[in-house]
């Protein structure tokens, strides 16, 4: 779904190394998430933003991680230092605009490795 | 925090059947959405069902919010229906939670 571009698509990284995440949704929604999933622990909701407002991070697992939304239309969720645990697919969705009238829409995901 | 069941865990079928996946909640909800998870890992919102039912194509969804709970339908299945099939509801805040999802291996 064009709704939210993610990148980078696949990133693969040495222990200890920082990584930031990207995402892009499409202009007009009300809220942002990012969602982590790994097999072990299924889709986790990180944390998410309602008018780029940081509303709930109780999902964001330590301090090294931390994500921001300068503007609407951008945000970023970033590691570091990363470790091997962090392997997993982080998904970036979204709710609202012109397409959602309450629908999440994912976008591709990023699939990192750390190693 | 509300806990969300789906079953069965894995369903494996013969292309041309039927099959019905079942979600339980634990409480109240606000919304309840089915995604499913291709194998190439996309999430595609499938429905948007607090409540009654809703059909697009081969799918249809019932969700009986007061007994707390949602069923997919699936007929006449096709290979490409194969993958993951996500539950997730809302309590408050338009924050969603998951289910553990059903694996649906549809065979030709």
């Known amino acids: 779904d064009a709704g939210v571009i993610q990148s980078p698509r696949h990133e693969v990284t040495e222990m200890g190394q920082e990584v930031t995440l990207r995402c892009k949704p499409i202009s007009g929604h009300d809220y942002l998430f990012w969602y982590r999933q790994t097999m072990m622990r299924g889709l986790e909701l990180l944390i998410y933003f309602n008018n780029n407002v940081p509303i709930d991070d109780s999902g964001m697992p330590e301090d090294r991680f931390s994500a921001k939304m300068p503007n609407a239309s951008f945000s970023t969720l970033k590691i570091q230092p990363s470790e091997p645990r962090d392997s997993a697919v982080y998904f970036c969705a979204f709710t609202g605009g012109v397409i959602s009238a309450g629908e999440l829409f994912f976008g591709e995901g990023s699939r990192l490795t750390v190693l | 925090g509300i806990q969300v069941e789906q079953s069965p865990p894995d369903l494996i079928l013969q292309e041309g059947a039927n099959s019905t996946l079942r979600c339980n909640f634990s409480?109240?909800?606000?919304?309840l959405q089915w995604f499913h998870q291709n194998p190439w890992g996309q999430l595609i919102n499938l429905f948007y069902?607090?409540?009654g039912t809703k059909q697009n194509g081969r799918l249809s969804a019932t969700t009986v919010a007061t007994e707390r709970y949602s069923l997919l339908y699936i007929s006449s299945s096709q290979t490409t229906d194969s993958g993951v099939y996500f539950c997730a509801v809302e309590e408050t805040n338009s924050k969603l939670t998951f289910g553990k999802g059903i694996t649906l291996s549809v065979r030709p």
């Open positions: 409480d109240s909800v606000n919304n």
């Open positions: 069902i607090p409540s």
